[in-house]
């Protein structure tokens, strides 16, 4: 199992340039998590899938963000134009939860991140 | 809604000492709660997590947490801190009703081990 593969690792970019942040989450989860890390506010849950479908968008920052999942195999997150504010780690994490009481068996499996930086 | 507060986001420990990091919970309905472990340039793993069965919990790597509910705490401790320990940790809370999908973070403390 290769785990959750998140590329690239490090994205150094302009600000006004698109990013597109990828992530493979592990076979035969239905669940798919987009989280950002900052110092200033740690880890915040931006988006999550289930089934391929977004379930909750809510703490996507505005509307510059979008993420899509294709297929179960596949997610991006994208920030155009992006901004020296959205420098941060972003985690993509996958379980097998499927949204029923069952899932808390399941933790979530993170990636190790894309370090973004926007200059 | 539910959230977690660490207290000390910096703690430091002797190698071979006691390591105790604080978690309260705050939550309406019976909360799952989890302990996470951060290493450096990675993501985070799952060190333990309560799920309202025995309060005392045990995870890998020699942790352990308990469940008090009377003092809405869930403090994570390892009898003997080894060097490999150095990591950032993170409390979670989960409403017991949707498992991962509203898992809320606490802000983390980063654990120091000193030789």
Same mark, same amino acid.
């Given at each position: ?119 | ?10 703690v430091s420990v002797s190698e071979?000492a006691l390591v105790l ?6 939550? &309406?309905?019976?909360?799952?709660? +989890?302990?996470? /472990?951060?290493?450096? %340039?990675? @993501?985070?793993?799952? #060190?333990?997590?309560? !799920? ?29 801190a080894?060097? &490999?320990d150095?990591?950032?940790? +993170?409390?979670? /809370?989960?409403?017991? %009703?949707? @498992?991962?999908?509203? #898992?809320?973070?606490? !802000?983390?403390?980063?654990l120091t081990i000193i030789?």
């Amino acid at each position: 199992d290769a785990g959750v593969i998140q590329s690239p690792r490090h994205e150094v970019t302009e600000m006004g340039q698109e990013v597109t942040l990828r992530c493979k989450p592990i076979s035969g989860h239905n669940s798919l998590f987009w989280y950002r890390q900052t110092m200033m506010r740690g880890l915040e849950l931006l988006i999550y899938f289930n089934n391929n479908v977004p379930i909750d968008d809510s703490g996507m920052p505005e509307d510059r963000f979008s993420a899509k999942m294709p297929n179960a195999s596949f997610s991006t997150l994208k920030i155009q134009p992006s901004e020296p504010r959205d420098s941060a780690v972003y985690f993509c994490a996958s379980s097998p939860g499927t949204g029923n009481p069952r899932s808390y068996n399941s933790p979530l499996h993170f990636g190790n991140g894309t370090r973004l930086t926007v200059t | 809604a539910q959230s977690v507060t660490q207290l000390g986001s910096h703690v430091s420990v002797s190698e071979g000492a006691l390591v105790l990091l604080r978690c309260n919970y705050s939550s &309406s309905v019976p909360p799952y709660l +989890f302990w996470y /472990v951060q290493y450096p %340039n990675q @993501g985070l793993q799952l #060190l333990l997590k309560y !799920t309202s069965a025995a309060t005392l919990v045990k995870g890998i790597n020699g942790f352990e947490a308990e469940f008090k509910k009377s003092e809405t705490s869930f403090h994570l401790t390892k009898p003997s801190a080894h060097m &490999s320990d150095a990591a950032e940790y +993170f409390c979670a /809370v989960s409403l017991s %009703n949707f @498992g991962n999908e509203k #898992l809320t973070f606490g !802000t983390g403390t980063r654990l120091t081990i000193i030789p």
